[in-house]
């Protein structure tokens, strides 16, 4: 026959450990605090393409919509 926990509760859980709360408290404390650490590209104009995929032809097409867009209306994409 097996022996019961206290309480005679059969497969009682136990009580977690301190110091794992302690550093699971810590981590989900601090990981927002990771994305004020986020390199972002300098604004150098409507358009920004550090990555080099957008040709000529489109960047020049989206900066001028967005002057556009910006000039109609005080909304920011």
């Known amino acids: 026959m097996r022996e019961r926990g206290p309480a ?3 497969g ?3 009580n977690a450990n301190p ?3 302690g550093a699971l408290f810590c ?3 601090l990981l927002p605090l990771t994305a004020f650490a986020a390199d972002l590209p300098a604004l150098t ?3 920004v393409d550090n990555a080099g995929i957008i ?3 489109t960047k020049a097409a989206l900066t001028q919509k967005l002057a556009d867009f910006e000039t109609k209306g005080s909304d920011q994409i």
Do not use: T
Request: charged share 20%.
């Open 27 to 29: 981590l989900f404390l």
């Open 8 to 10: 005679g509760q059969r």
């Open 55 to 57: 040709d000529a032809a």
């Open 19 to 21: 110091a794992f709360l």
């Open 12 to 14: 009682a859980r136990q």
């Open 45 to 47: 104009g409507r358009v």
